[in-house]
Structure formats: structure tokens, C-alpha cells
């Protein structure tokens, strides 16, 4: 069973910057993608920021040139450095991996719980 354990939110000040976590954990062979996620009150869940184990990242129109993703493949633990914050960006963070599963990777079926970012004006 794979876990993800989300960390490093908090209440920031509009311009300021956190630093998120995510480490997957249990019967790992391999990760593919990793992605950072947002949800805010009454919205749907986004996609803000993927990379790739090779280290291509991409990510949503909202946050380039403000957020950076990273990863440490041997910690098997995915980063968001999130600079120059809004009050927009405040959301619960979750993170999702492609897991090797036999000869096919895909996402966890079970989110983490979350790391709650408040971003105030």
C-alpha cells in the first residue's frame, strides 16, 4: 500500500512564499509522474504543477513564474516552491503520484489529506 503525506502549508501574507512536501511511502517500485493539486472552497480540484522522473515539469497558467516544482527521486518526495503568493491561491494542497503497478503506472485511487495553504491580502 502507497501512502502521501503532504506537508509545509500555512498562513502567509500575499507576496510571501512556502515551501511544500509530499513523500510517498510503502511497496514502491517506481514513480512516474508526480503532481501538486489545489482545491479551494467550491471549486473543483486543479492540477497547478507536474514533473516527470526525468524532470520535465509543467504547469498551470495561474502560477508560472511563481511556483516551482522539484523532486528528490530517492526520497521518492515531490516540492512546490510557491513564491509571490495571492490571496487566490489559498486551497487545501494535495499531492498524486503514477505508481508502478505491475507493467502500467497510474495515480492513487485514496488523496492524502492535504496541507491547507491561506494566503491573506
Known amino acids: 500500500q502507497v501512502q502521501l503525506v503532504e506537508s509545509g502549508g500555512g498562513l502567509v501574507q500575499a507576496g510571501g512564499s512556502l515551501r511544500l512536501s509530499c513523500a510517498a511511502s510503502g511497496s514502491i517500485v517506481s514513480i512516474n509522474r508526480m503532481g501538486w493539486y489545489r482545491q479551494a472552497p467550491g471549486k473543483q480540484r486543479e492540477l497547478v504543477a507536474s514533473?516527470?522522473?526525468?524532470?520535465?515539469?509543467n504547469y498551470v497558467d495561474s502560477v508560472k513564474g511563481r511556483f516551482t516544482i522539484s523532486r528528490d527521486n530517492a526520497k521518492n518526495t515531490v516540492y512546490l516552491q510557491m513564491n509571490s503568493l495571492k490571496p487566490e491561491d489559498t486551497a487545501v494542497y494535495y499531492c498524486?503520484?503514477?505508481?508502478?503497478?505491475?507493467?502500467?503506472?497510474?495515480?492513487?485511487?485514496?488523496w492524502g489529506q492535504g496541507t491547507l495553504v491561506t494566503v491573506s491580502s
Open positions: 498524486n503520484a503514477d505508481i508502478l503497478y505491475g507493467l502500467t503506472y497510474r495515480p492513487l485511487d485514496a
Open positions: 514533473i516527470t522522473s526525468g524532470g520535465r515539469a
